[in-house]
């Protein structure tokens, strides 16, 4: 049976789990908005993870004594599933109130439930809070967000994107203005996104009016930057590109989807938002 996002927990009152429950985990298909961007899971036209910081993680020790930490959840693009992030935050709650031997056992546990759940191979990291970070920085390249623009319209036109010229340049391109809304709830995502490509230049200002134009479009974080790489790749035609938006957290994780057809390293800085 397909599963949809509106069969999920999200937008609904759901009593708090404190005990381990995978089956909490709601796994959505990528086929469905991939169909309406002509993108197939057997022939991907893009690399890529969507990254997951989780802030609010704890569970309890053989003892009963409670444990916290942070962590990074790394899903693979090409997984055939994502998950819905209400029930991840359902789930991961689900480990407050169980006890485990180790952190390494919670670990796997993750890794082996999320694998299971979205269809491939997931890799975790776990951090204790006192071990030293360097991961707060600023985006690469240069921020459109200064560009004097007229903006009328607030839903996807993906027609605003042009070449400037047929120069080749290679340049990193970024915005804080990225606002989407949440595909189920409507609620407003809020997010920084950044464009690095090689190939004829890309307009700026059309190209700041087409991140503009996502504010009132309902879509899940990693269905709107598999939008605006395939859009990118119809209307400017890049030789390379990468896609990534680095989102603000709600509800102790935040959801950065990273794509692109020439690169398999991420910068995974969080940004001040995060």
């Not at 109130?97 to 759940?117: C, M, N, P």
């Not at 920085?137 to 009328?152: A, E, K």
């Not at 190939?199 to 059309?206: A, D, N, V």
Request: proline share 5%.
């Amino acid at each position: 049976m397909t599963t949809t996002a509106n069969q999920s927990a999200l937008g609904k009152q759901t009593p708090y789990c404190h005990r381990y429950d995978p089956s909490l985990l709601f796994p959505v298909p990528r086929q469905e908005k991939r169909d309406e961007l002509g993108v197939s899971l057997d022939a991907l036209p893009f690399f890529g993870q969507d990254v997951w910081t989780g802030f609010e993680i704890s569970w309890l020790n053989d003892k009963g004594k409670p444990q916290v930490g942070w962590a990074l959840f790394f899903f693979p693009a090409s997984s055939p599933f994502l998950i819905e992030s209400k029930s991840f935050k359902l789930y991961l709650n689900s480990f407050n109130g169980t006890r485990f031997a180790s952190a390494e056992v919670v670990k796997q546990h993750w890794i082996t439930d999320l694998s299971q759940a979205c269809g491939g191979e997931v890799s975790v990291q776990l951090f204790a809070l006192d071990e030293t970070q360097t991961l707060i920085g600023s985006p690469p390249g240069d921020c459109l967000d200064n560009l004097d623009i007229d903006v009328s319209d607030y839903q996807v036109r993906p027609g605003l994107l042009k070449t400037a010229s047929s120069k080749r340049v290679s340049e990193t391109l970024y915005s804080h203005l990225l606002k989407s809304n949440c595909l189920v709830t409507g609620q407003p995502d809020w997010g920084t996104i950044v464009i690095r490509y090689e190939g004829s230049e890309i307009q700026r200002e059309g190209l700041l009016k087409y991140l503009v134009s996502f504010r009132e479009h309902n879509e899940f974080h990693e269905q709107c930057v598999e939008r605006v790489f395939m859009d990118l790749m119809h209307h400017c035609q890049p030789e390379k590109l990468t896609v990534y938006a680095r989102y603000v957290r709600r509800g102790g994780l935040d959801i950065n989807p990273y794509r692109s057809n020439f690169e398999t390293e991420f910068d995974l800085r969080r940004l001040v938002r995060q």
